[in-house]
């Protein structure tokens, strides 16, 4: 509906999926798995009610369907999310607590390598866009990355956490579907295949 629909639709078909955009319910039914990439996620949160996709995806996250959500993406699929709209709708595929715009303006954006469980090989250049941190997370969520000590950010962004997974459902804070390293979608494809 929004956001780097283009570049995830690539990465996935990179890494051998055969990916579909997904604007109606029915689409949403063809579906194995669901990437719900960056954009502005209060007006993504009106779309999917304006496209009457808010409770089929509810419902879709409950029956256990894996799902990705990469800045936006995860402030969607959060449990709870701080400094948003208060007509803001959640998805609540993942039992976290996250800040929006956590590591500030557009002018504080920034790039930095760092290492995420579940991804091997050298670290992944993440891409921060305005992007949010995670602040809670829940007993059954795994934390896979934080902003690495070393990073070229605000010194209250480092150690904060930026990428996690709680069963079929992945989250990161930044934009992997940007750089050319498929290996985040990688790993979502991967999740999939072993849900279905």
Not at 89 to 116: H, K, P, W
Not at 135 to 144: F, I, K, Q, S, Y
Not at 168 to 177: I, N, R
Request: aromatic fraction near 4%; charge should be negative.
């Amino acid at each position: 509906m929004q956001g780097d629909v283009r570049e995830h639709l690539a990465a996935l078909d990179a890494v051998g999926a055969d990916p579909i955009t997904v604007r109606r319910e029915s689409e949403l039914d063809r579906v194995d798995g669901l990437v719900i990439p960056g954009g502005e996620s209060t007006t993504m949160s009106r779309l999917l009610q304006v496209f009457d996709l808010l409770e089929p995806l509810r419902a879709r996250l409950r029956e256990g369907m894996p799902a990705y959500g990469s800045c936006a993406g995860m402030i969607l699929l959060a449990s709870d999310v701080l400094d948003t709209r208060p007509d803001a709708q959640q998805l609540f595929g993942l039992d976290i607590t996250v800040r929006r715009n956590a590591f500030g303006r557009q002018v504080a954006s920034f790039e930095t390598d760092l290492a995420m469980d579940g991804v091997e090989g050298a670290p992944l250049r993440a891409v921060f866009i305005r992007a949010p941190w995670v602040e809670r997370v829940g007993a059954d969520v795994t934390v896979l990355a934080t902003v690495p000590p070393d990073a070229d950010a605000d010194p209250g962004a480092l150690g904060r956490v930026v990428a996690v997974r709680q069963g079929a459902v992945l989250a990161t804070s930044f934009h992997p579907e940007v750089t050319g390293d498929h290996r985040v979608h990688e790993l979502f494809v991967k999740i999939v295949r072993e849900s279905n």
